[in-house]
């Protein structure tokens, strides 16, 4: 703030210019608060209003060469990290947000490097979703925070600079963006044969299709099989001749010698990419390709768990990644849900 200076002028001549303090309004017996923040920026209507609590005069800053607002630091920030599917609206206390502006469920896309970058630079902030997380319309993906009130402009400049040169790097997206989901239709197979005789209820039926709902896809058909390695590889090669989008299977999937699902899988020709993820709850998932299709076998934990490895990765395939090891491997780290 080297070439800010901060000057007293009158009421009316400060239309523009931006108030260095709080005021604050008392209404005996009713209120007292603020009425005008710090860097509130003041317009032609404010000047009754600043009248009615007796100002005639007040202090503003006048910006020096080089310094910037924080409203308008933290509006060109958002605009250089928005990328597809964001908006991003007017500033506020030296913050603005970017949000999804898809209609319905999307994956949060958010390059972790240039946020360490950015929040390295001092005196400004940014604050993300993790990158892959389920995001709605209107829902925050980040917000640009600038921490005094007023900023050198290299700063912004700055970040400006490690958004382009990402931008470069990948074809002109932001550093924050968002994905539309898939609509994907589904074959769902229960496992075990205390379901598949009537013993006990499926549980698993109801709250696997919730999930997919709430993501925008659906289960278009259920099966049962008993514990029985050949019937699960026949209903899987069922679900391949239908040309569902997924397949999930769900039951059978500890390594208990009589859990049958996990060898079914491998013998129905499907290309594992991983059985057993390095996250709890979820540790038991398998997940592989076959045909090209996404197979999914399912341990217990997802009927009971809000949330579970089926959780994080469901969302990228729907997205349209393509899943490989070194993805599920990475999954440790803040993979413990408590």
Known sequence: MSGTVLREVKVEDAVGLVLAHDLTQILPGTFKGRLFRKGHRVTEADIPKLKDIGKEHLY????????????????????????????????????????????????????????????????IALATLVDGQVVREGETVAATRVIPLV???????????????????????????VRPLRKLRAGLLTTGTEVYSGRIADKFGPVVSAKLEALGSEVAEQRFAPDDRQTIVNHIHYFLEQRYDMILVSGGMSVDPDDRTPGAIAD??????????????????LFGYIRGVPIFGLPGCVMHDPFTSFDVLLPRVLAGDVIVAEQIAAMGYGGLHR
């Open 60 to 123: 503003v800053l006048d910006l020096g060469e080089g310094d910037l607002h924080e409203d308008d630091a933290a509006l060109r920030m958002a605009a250089a990290l928005a990328g597809s599917h964001t908006v991003f609206g007017e500033p506020h206390e030296g913050k603005t947000a970017i949000k999804s502006a898809l209609a319905g469920p999307a994956l949060s896309v958010v390059a972790k490097p240039v946020v360490d970058e950015i929040n390295a630079l001092g005196e």
């Open 151 to 177: 900023v050198p402009a290299a700063k912004v400049a700055a970040v400006e600079a490690i958004a382009e040169r990402y931008r470069a790097a990948h074809g002109g997206e932001g550093p924050v963006s």
């Open 268 to 285: 129905a020709g499907a290309d594992i990419v991983s059985y057993g993820t390095p996250m709890l709850p979820g540790s038991m998932l």
